[in-house]
């Protein structure tokens, strides 16, 4: 766990950092949520890096309203740990069917939360909380797949459409019936249109 706070763009950096030292030239690159704003810094940054980049459920700059609630969560997380928010968060990620059937990627999410230090969580909260992204879009170079669930909150749908509509070579495709988790909650739709998008030439 890092010892102070850190940026979006300090873990896009330590991805270019992965890859060069696995000595891997260009890679596809995707990220849900918060790696979805770490693929966002990545491909802009490191264009050189990136043949195809996907982005799932994420936005380039939280409202501010969700910024006020990314301070709550981190404030909670660090009095409380994760385990207190684990249920609201799951409404958030997945529709009501999915939750109801318990469904394999709910249950994933809820191991991976209670796993959560939460020291670890609010650092996480505090670079969401500070993230703007907003310039970096039209210098995306690489062919881009937005992905999003159609039922996510609205400011998620707003920003599929504006990442979509702002990176150069970018396509938005949405997952029906799906919220924030929409490639786990319905990972054969996600899977066919990763295949379709990274088989094309």
């Known amino acids: 766990m890092p010892a102070a706070r850190y940026r ?8 270019a950092a992965v890859l060069e030292t696995q000595t891997i030239g260009r890679a596809h690159v995707a990220g849900i949520s918060l790696g979805g704003l770490v693929a966002q810094a990545f491909a802009a940054s490191r264009p050189d890096l990136v043949d195809r980049l996907i982005l799932i459920d994420t936005t380039p ?10 301070d709550q969560r981190a404030a909670t997380a660090r009095a409380s740990g994760v ?3 684990i249920d609201d968060l799951l ?18 999410v809820r191991a991976a939360l209670a796993r959560a ?4 969580y609010a650092l996480a909260c505090e670079a969401l909380h500070a993230a703007d992204l907003r310039s970096l879009a039209p210098a995306i170079a690489a ?3 937005v992905i999003c669930g159609d039922s996510d ?12 509509a ?3 070579n970018a396509e938005l495709a949405w997952i029906a019936g799906t919220r924030h988790a929409s490639v786990l909650e319905r990972p054969e739709e996600g899977r066919r249109l990763i295949r379709d998008f990274l088989s094309r030439g």
């Open 153 to 164: 909150i609205p400011s998620f749908l707003d920003a599929a459409r504006w990442l979509a």
């Open 91 to 108: 409404k958030i990620w997945f529709s009501a069917d999915a939750l109801a059937h318990d469904a394999a990627g709910v249950r994933y």
């Open 143 to 145: 062919p881009t797949l």
């Open 166 to 168: 702002t990176i150069p």
């Open 117 to 120: 230090p939460g020291e670890g």
């Open 83 to 85: 385990a207190p928010m």
């Open 8 to 15: 979006i763009e300090d873990l896009a950096a330590q991805l």
């Open 61 to 70: 700059r939280y409202t501010d309203e969700l910024r006020a609630m990314w």
